[in-house]
């Protein structure tokens, strides 16, 4: 059905979509097996928040975030940022604009290092971008437990044109 | 538990273990929550393998892996690559000495490089040594689908020492 | 003066320029400072080549490469391969052509491991297109001594369009 | 000769070094190619700087840096500040010892991105400890023009024991 492939309809909710934000916000498969959300900044960025959970852990009892973990999430972090770069400033506009724009986004590469252990209770994900050019934006990511430990920082570029 | 945190016997079997091997190729539950398996290569190396499913998708529909599930695939697999490096030498020596050695790999940091869109059935993502330290390897892998299409590729820096 | 930022006229040479691979082998400032030069391939790619000097080790008598050439000579193979690309399949177009389209050539991100001391006496670094897409080459390059041996591996993204 | 590689005596000066600092700062051959100078900063650190010259550029007439004298100076400065943070502590220990330490740091890997041409008269590069441990640093480098336009950035990853 042509509506799975451009998701203007939210299924789960049985409502149209408003705009790329709402779109952004809802978990989709993957973020709702991974247990993430994406919430707004006060600096009209997005940042994604995760809470500790057995199955994302290397060994059972260890809990200490798998290392798969931590870069899925600083990749899934900074394809949020980029797509809303994408679409904060044309929230006014039609959805199916919004989501044209964000479909234009592509991750090119990403480096993560591991800081420290992936311990914690709950993660969150930040962003920012380093060079905002109108064909390819770097973006900065930084994973941090609820006592702001930096778990492991990451530098990716992305194609938006 | 100290058999949580020492996995010298495998619950889910109810039995012990007997080396590394049968340790790494053990799903825990990361790896059971995103469907990977671990096997060997004639080689005497190890690859992952995982197949397509719903929830490893960032749009429902479009049935193109989460560039999130790329990069975890990848940081998996070159963990398992460095683990099994370290250990399959050992195998004849007790399982607490191989468990010992291979706590000591460490994830120092990962490149990721995004080729194709992660399209296919099944996947696989293999890895070779280019840097064999007595401290730091460093890990090339490679995430292929069912049609040998390479869809990413990937370099790490393993601490080992 | 004009020619000077479009150098289609080779002021060392006193001739014009006859196209993009005239121009890339000819040896500018950098280059000339460095020691290297351009060569091609048997498999219509380009190498470049140059040979241990003193005033390109780190520490004086210790006859390594300082780290920075490395890193230096893996950037600017990468950017030779990636103009090259461009160029090869239009050699028989208006040299001002080829230069428009070299000229396009942007390197967005690189990441170098070191895997061995650089001791040699002349050193080589080939590339090979890993992603050959119509916006973004994605290379990979590779330092070698006389002997074969990898001194370290480079992967590079590049804008083409 | 014994004190060509471990070099205590320096023979430019014709007098004995008293500790690493003084041996960081000389301009060995390669930093005098390049026109490089090592400064030290107010919060006890290492900078590098050096001038824009004709040939350090890509293309004559340009005035803008080639892409590997970005790399490469990016390089210089990891390395710098990983040595400096080795021996910063033990200015007061025998020459010997410090340059002992400092003989232990080894590049590992390295990413850099390219966010703008790299314009200017007079360029800076610093950088900053992001993970200071026992066997591994990763430092975070940044490269600037005169008027503090961020050029190029950089992460490292140094082994240190």
Chains 1, 2, 3, 4 share one sequence.
């Not at 006060?42 to 995760?50: A, K, P």
């Not at 870069?71 to 904060?88: E, F, N, P, R, T």
């Not at 914690?120 to 994973?143: A, C, H, N, P, W």
Request: net charge neutral; glycine share 10%.
């Amino acid at each position: 059905m042509k509506d799975d492939k451009l998701p203007v309809f939210d299924h789960e909710k049985g409502q149209l979509l408003k705009g790329g934000w709402e779109l952004m916000s809802r978990r989709h498969p993957f973020l709702e097996l991974m247990g993430v959300t994406v919430e707004p900044t006060e600096d009209n960025n997005v940042l994604i928040r995760f809470p500790m959970r057995d199955n994302l852990c290397g060994h059972p009892g260890m809990h200490i975030l798998q290392g798969g973990v931590v870069s899925c999430m600083i990749d899934i972090l900074g394809g949020a940022v980029a797509s809303w770069h994408q679409i904060k400033d044309i929230q006014d506009r039609p959805v199916e604009e919004q989501l044209k724009r964000m479909g234009t986004v592509r991750t090119l590469d990403m480096r993560v290092d591991y800081l420290r252990p992936g311990k914690g209770q709950e993660f969150t994900v930040t962003g920012s971008v380093l060079r905002d050019g109108k064909k390819v934006l770097v973006i900065r990511m930084e994973l941090k437990n609820e006592e702001q430990s930096l778990i492991a920082t990451g530098i990716g570029t992305f194609l938006v044109a």
